[in-house]
């Protein structure tokens, strides 16, 4: 057939749009699009376009590179519509010009392939690899060059297709191939070759597996290369073979420490963090104290050095710009906020499970996101918990030296290195606290804003220790000096004041109760003061010190300070204002704290929440019959609003009823209970059992819907969902009573078998454990009989809970389910019994409940039996049993 031909008219139209679209004038741009538009209506537009990117030489390498990626933008949004005549000209064309003598051009060719690749087109294009793998040899370098860019394309983006049964295993024959390219004379070619393997260790590809020995030689022998990009990658090689091939490293494991000691020193700056992230990837590995002792003196130093922030770190953070408060935040510089949903647990704030996952060292945004000195951080303080005190040796030097530097920017590491080692080093570093902190306390008024930054994310890693001394030595100067950088004239500073001093109330509790009214004005001062993006940080402060310290907070004073400036931000916000978020998850806090002092403000913040939860509802219901014509929504407002009235409910309890009863939160909790997304669902939960505690003469009627939308969501693969699901169910057991009978067959059996599986978290066997118990106390005759199925469990999750009214209800439910089936507890009693030993002060009738079943099992077995059995109890269980029940 002949080949296709552009028309001259059409040809001079698309170059005169594609110099057009080269203009910075946003009217000329937005024609261009328009045009666009137009053009995409032609079926042979496509064919233009490849025709101006490998044929017209006449124009100019960026116009052509252009017409392609217009090509390929086409590509991604309707290939499947594309005719095949022009579907096989393209690819034709693509593999033609594989070899252009431009760089651009190549490259350009290359995203196309690996986008129609992308379509699923391999199948439909069985010649496209072998085409580009015989390539690999010609003698022509751009030939060779263009096909191993495309290829590395392809790899990045399809490892998983090129991985799977489909199209004779590829890889087979890629993987041996790209190994023989190590060696090229030209260092881009070894890249592109060691680049295309590295897209294959993580996921244990079986080609490479089988030959990993080959590719380990591959790159020693390129360790010493002279190509920044060549070492680049090789570097990323070996971190990635710590994670998944350690054992085929461990012959040469010396060796690779130090060179990869070397690289971390790397004059090259991208080459220094791709080695640095070796000391994340080695300590997660078993081997790590071990192959690592031995060069822990000389890593250790390295690591500091990188910690120092780099000249042009400085200029990037303005460094030297010491006030900058006034100057309005850029939108850009906002990063998107992740809510954390409620979770409920029998105790508040004993939820150590999450972890702190928020290490500080990735604060300054505006840096490009990540680089050596956070990594350096990183590593340090990952290998702080893995070697604990014995870096201590090596550190302490370098600290005395750099600590006191006269230089601010060595004297800044130092007070980083300080802060990154106080998790793994705590216990070795307490002889010297008593002198560091007031040293820091004292670097709170550097006169650089990067040392007082700095100074403010040590010391809050430090506050549990502060918080732990007699307050007048640590924790008043620490404190009064955090709230003067809480309204410091640096935005960074006041950024970092108000996460360390969030971090100082979460670890201080009621011990602030004393300095409340300090701390409030300060607080309260900063809202007239902040830009946009501080105070989404101070929302968090005044949040997480509501929940520290309680109801201290509900004395008038204190409401009349902190209400009318967040009130007027609430009035202020639209609904659709992203910074509702933070401010509706600060005022949960608050609700909660004040209790009954809320309840000027509740009204106008309950309609509200209602309101954003019907508006959620609404648009997405919009969305699901007409996604053409309606946006999805934003879920989020709707979890954060269920939160805060989940908030209201739990501060104002029976106060609430008169909002409730004259709205449609029920009808719209019912909806919320079905979505799709876990997150809804678990807010809407938490709702769910605080409305049945606060005003359950309203969820009554809808209990017979609710059950088996609660029954449903005991799965434990969504932890929190089930957690909050489980927690409801108990508190409307307690208020159904009897009642709650026909709806046991529901969730019984997921109960049981949650409480049996092996690996569920602490919070949720606690709250599974009290939902049963709670079960067995309204309706024991139904769930007795299964007590051998669960007692043990049972006995081993409340043990280690505080006395409190949940745990009450639960153990008066077991020891009704014991009265009516005695003999489900017999092979286990001995777990009962550490289970009753566990309370401190029961109440009088339930500790004569604990007597008489101890007793009733001690005269059933006999006098000689009770002494064998009781004889196998540790110690402090036979003295507390026998010192409290007389057994």
């Known amino acids: 057939m002949a080949m296709w031909q552009p028309e001259e008219n059409g040809l001079r139209q698309i170059l005169q749009l594609l110099k057009e679209s080269q203009s910075p004038d946003t009217e000329t741009q937005r024609a261009v699009q328009q045009k666009l538009g137009e053009l995409n209506n032609y079926p042979d537009f496509n064919n233009y376009l490849i025709f101006v990117l490998t044929k017209l030489k006449s124009e100019d390498d960026p116009t052509r590179s252009l017409s392609g990626l217009i090509l390929k933008n086409n590509v991604r949004a309707h290939f499947e519509r594309f005719p095949s005549e022009v579907t096989s000209f393209i690819k034709q064309e693509c593999l033609n010009s594989i070899g252009d003598p431009s760089p651009l051009i190549r490259a350009t060719i290359g995203i196309i392939i690996t986008n129609i690749i992308s379509k699923g087109e391999l199948h439909n294009w069985p010649e496209v690899l072998p085409h580009l793998c015989a390539c690999l040899d010609s003698e022509d370098y751009n030939i060779c060059e263009g096909s191993f860019g495309a290829l590395q394309k392809i790899c990045e983006d399809n490892a998983e297709t090129l991985d799977s049964d489909m199209a004779d295993r590829p890889l087979n024959v890629l993987i041996p191939k790209f190994l023989n390219f190590f060696r090229h004379q030209s260092p881009k070619i070894r890249s592109h070759a060691i680049a295309c393997v590295n897209q294959f260790i993580i996921s244990r590809t079986q080609a490479l597996m089988v030959h990993i020995d080959t590719f380990i030689q591959n790159l020693f022998f390129l360790a010493k290369d002279e190509d920044t990009e060549v070492r680049k990658n090789v570097c990323r090689a070996l971190v990635m073979l710590v994670e998944v091939r350690i054992d085929r490293l461990m012959p040469h494991i010396d060796q690779i420490i130090q ?136 550190l302490l030097p370098i600290l005395k030296e750099t600590l006191f530097h006269i230089d601010w920017e060595v004297k800044e590491s130092g007070i980083l290195v300080l802060g990154a080692i106080a998790e793994g080093c705590m216990s070795g570093m307490i002889p010297h606290l008593p002198e560091l902190i007031p040293y820091l306390i004292n670097c709170l008024s550097d006169k650089k804003a990067l040392v007082r930054s700095i100074t403010c994310w040590t010391l809050s890693r430090y506050a549990h220790w502060v918080v732990g001394q007699p307050h007048d030595n640590f924790l008043k100067p620490l404190m009064t000096e955090l709230l003067k950088r809480v309204l410091d004239a640096n935005k960074r500073v006041q950024e970092a004041a108000c996460s360390a001093f969030a971090t100082l109330e979460e670890e201080a509790c009621t011990e602030l109760v004393p300095y409340l009214g300090f701390i409030l004005e300060t607080l309260v001062f900063a809202f007239g003061k902040y830009q946009h993006k501080n105070l989404l940080i101070l929302y968090d402060a005044i949040g997480t010190l ?92 709707m979890i954060v609003a269920l939160d805060l009235l989940s908030g209201l409910a739990e501060g104002l309890e029976g106060h609430i009823e008169g909002l409730v009863a004259n709205s449609t939160i029920l009808k719209l909790l019912f909806q919320c209970m079905q979505d799709p997304m876990p997150e809804v669902r678990q807010s809407s939960f938490a709702l769910l059992g605080d409305l049945t505690k606060a005003c359950f003469q309203h969820v009554r009627p809808c209990i017979p819907e609710f059950m088996p939308i609660l029954g449903a969501n005991l799965n434990p693969e969504f932890i929190s969902v089930c957690n909050n699901a489980t927690w409801a169910i108990g508190e409307i057991s307690i208020k159904m009573g009897a009642d709650m009978q026909p709806f046991i067959g529901m969730v019984l059996t997921q109960l049981i078998d949650i409480i049996n599986r092996s690996n569920t978290p602490k919070t949720l066997l606690e709250n599974t454990a009290i939902t049963i118990g709670r079960l067995g106390l309204v309706c024991p005759q139904d769930v007795a009989p299964l007590l051998q199925q669960f007692i043990r469990q049972w006995c081993t999750s409340l043990r280690n809970i505080r006395d409190n009214e949940e745990k009450d209800s639960a153990f008066r439910g077991v020891c009704h389910m014991i009265g009516a089936n005695p003999a489900g507890v017999v092979q286990d009693f001995i777990f009962f019994c550490d289970a009753v030993a566990s309370w401190m002060h029961p109440k009088p009738d339930l500790k004569e409940m604990f007597y008489k079943i101890l007793h009733g099992f001690k005269a059933q077995v006999g006098e000689e039996n009770w002494s064998k059995f009781s004889d196998q109890f540790p110690q402090p269980l036979k003295e507390r049993l026998t010192a409290n029940y007389g057994v």
């Open 259 to 394: 060179y990869m000691m070397e690289r971390t020193q790397d004059a090259d700056d991208t080459v220094a963090l791709e080695s640095c992230e070796f000391w994340l990837s080695l300590a997660e590995q078993k081997v790590c104290k071990d192959v690592l002792g031995p060069h822990i003196e000389r890593l250790v130093p390295i690591l500091v050095k990188g910690m120092r922030y780099s000249e042009i770190d400085i200029i990037l953070l303005k460094g030297d710009i010491e006030e900058d408060e006034m100057i309005p935040d850029k939108e850009s510089d906002i990063k998107p906020r992740f809510h954390k949903s409620r979770t409920h647990s029998n105790q508040k704030h004993d939820e150590g499970e999450e972890g702190d996952s928020d290490e500080g060292y990735d604060d300054d945004d505006s840096l490009s996101d990540w680089n050596l000195r956070k990594c350096s951080a990183a590593a340090l303080d990952v290998l702080a918990n893995v070697f604990h005190e014995e870096i201590l040796p090596v």
């Open 546 to 637: 509501a929940d520290s310290v309680g109801h201290h907070l509900n004395k008038p004073e204190y409401v009349n300070m902190l209400m009318p400036p967040l009130i007027q931000k609430w009035n202020m916000l639209k609904d659709e204002d992203k910074d509702l978020f933070p401010l509706l998850e600060c005022l949960s806090s608050v609700a909660t704290a004040l209790q009954s002092g809320f309840l000027p403000y509740c009204e106008p913040v309950y309609r509200r929440c209602v309101c954003l939860v019907e508006q959620t509802l609404t648009q997405n219901y919009a969305n699901l019959s007409q996604p053409d014509q309606y946006d999805p929504p934003d879920k989020d407002f």
